[in-house]
């Protein structure tokens, strides 16, 4: 499922490959990596320009890629990366992707837009740390990275309900930075 939302499988199977591989789980870390290259290894061509939808929080295409930098080696995952995500600048602009922005956050639908800010932040976090120290994206990913933190944690007020029950768990995997260290093992 390629959403926005809930639904999302590659947000759920980089939650899992979390779990699994912190918790000693090696079964299950290696059906979810295996479920991960079976459903994305093929992928090439996805736009950004086609996110976000109105209500989501999650990045569609980050999630991809987020959980493909825990199951590829580094220079594989580079290689995938440039046929998945073309449109990644080489020259560290942050540009390529802004931040949503919330015109209402009483809205309980917009609001979601602030959690895709929070998402995208540690998900593009991710992608960078997947890749190869030296890789020319990383810096672009990172100034992106630090745009939607700002953006989104600047939301996380509890001033709304519609946002303040759930913003703050997203906050959390974003500052603990808890993602980062599941790599896929050596």
Not at 2 to 15: D, I, K, M, N, V
Not at 27 to 56: H, I, N, Q, T, V
Not at 108 to 131: F, P, Q, T, Y
Not at 142 to 153: F, I, K, Q, S, T
Request: aromatic share 8%; proline share 5%.
């Amino acid at each position: 499922m390629r959403t926005g939302e809930h639904s999302q499988t590659a947000f759920a199977l980089g939650l899992l490959l979390d779990w699994a591989r912190s918790s000693g789980r090696e079964e299950m870390a290696a059906l979810a990596a295996s479920r991960a290259r079976d459903y994305y290894l093929e992928d090439k061509g996805w736009s950004l320009a086609f996110e976000p939808g109105g209500e989501d929080f999650l990045s569609p295409g980050l999630a991809e890629a987020d959980v493909m930098r825990r199951v590829l080696e580094p220079a594989e995952f580079a290689a995938w990366l440039g046929r998945f995500l073309p449109e990644l600048p080489l020259n560290g602009a942050a540009t390529w992707l802004s931040p949503a922005v919330v015109t209402d956050r009483a809205d309980g639908k917009l609001v979601h837009l602030d959690g895709l800010n929070l998402s995208r932040a540690w998900m593009l976090e991710g992608i960078a740390s997947g890749l190869p120290e030296r890789d020319p994206r990383v810096a672009c990913l990172l100034d992106a990275a630090r745009e939607h933190r700002a953006a989104g944690l600047s939301a996380v007020t509890g001033e709304h309900y519609e946002g303040g029950h759930w913003l703050g768990s997203f906050a959390v995997y974003l500052v603990t930075a808890r993602g980062l260290s599941q790599r896929p093992p050596r």
